[in-house]
């Protein structure tokens, strides 16, 4: 993407936080964003449809840093490996925090794309796909009332209490209906 382009979708994105503080972001016209950010509608049409989108974008964003920094190395325990992956998402959505709760509060399908950030950071070795998508969702729910309760946890509290809930979950998942190890 070039300056330019990078440059106008900034100053949307940083008039459109600063419209949320006064106002509901459904009662935020397109006219009144381009207004605030110094651009022409035409401008703005030219990237998004609506205003949610560029909060969309920015979520998105967030959550690439996430996944882009996230490597697949293996540690000699899968629960440090968990525990390095959990600190890790926390503490960008924590570093963001300023602005994840509008993201929270704006973004109505946002639970999906917290969930798929979680899928992809591939916590463990899990074979049951139904497995993986639960721990998604209890993590993402965690995760999105963290956000909510003005992350009253620190990251590396949260992350913890993420590790254990999802190394119990692994280890019950080695153990058949009888109890025994399979």
């Given at each position: 993407m070039n300056k330019k382009v990078e440059k106008t979708r900034r100053?949307?994105?940083?008039?459109?936080?600063?419209?949320?503080?006064?106002?509901?972001?459904?009662?935020?016209?397109?006219?009144?964003?381009?207004?605030?950010?110094?651009?022409?509608?035409?401008?703005?049409?030219?990237?998004?449809?609506l205003p949610v989108d560029v909060l969309r974008e920015y979520f998105?964003?967030?959550?690439?840093?996430?996944?882009?920094?996230?490597?697949?190395?293996?540690?000699?325990?899968?629960?440090?490996?968990?525990?390095?992956?959990?600190?890790?998402?926390?503490?960008?959505?924590?570093?963001?925090?300023?602005?994840?709760?509008?993201?929270?509060?704006?973004?109505?399908?946002?639970?999906?794309?917290?969930?798929?950030?979680?899928?992809?950071?591939?916590?463990?070795?899990?074979?049951?796909?139904?497995?993986?998508?639960?721990?998604?969702?209890?993590?993402?729910?965690?995760?999105?009332?963290?956000?909510?309760?003005?992350?009253?946890?620190?990251?590396?509290?949260?992350?913890?209490?993420?590790?254990?809930?999802?190394?119990r979950l692994l280890s019950a998942e080695t153990k058949d209906i009888?109890?025994?190890?399979?």
């Amino acid at each position: 993407m070039n300056k330019k382009v990078e440059k106008t979708r900034r100053k949307l994105r940083e008039a459109l936080l600063a419209l949320i503080d006064n106002k509901d972001l459904d009662q935020i016209t397109v006219s009144e964003l381009c207004a605030k950010a110094r651009i022409n509608r035409t401008t703005f049409y030219k990237y998004y449809a609506l205003p949610v989108d560029v909060l969309r974008e920015y979520f998105q964003e967030i959550n690439d840093l996430i996944l882009g920094q996230i490597q697949d190395t293996t540690t000699a325990s899968a629960s440090l490996d968990i525990q390095a992956k959990m600190l890790h998402v926390c503490q960008v959505y924590y570093d963001h925090q300023q602005h994840m709760r509008i993201l929270v509060k704006n973004i109505p399908d946002i639970m999906p794309q917290f969930s798929q950030v979680i899928l992809q950071t591939r916590v463990g070795e899990i074979r049951e796909l139904s497995l993986i998508y639960f721990i998604a969702g209890g993590v993402t729910a965690m995760i999105l009332q963290w956000v909510m309760s003005s992350f009253a946890l620190s990251p590396l509290e949260i992350s913890q209490i993420l590790t254990r809930y999802i190394v119990r979950l692994l280890s019950a998942e080695t153990k058949d209906i009888s109890g025994t190890q399979n």
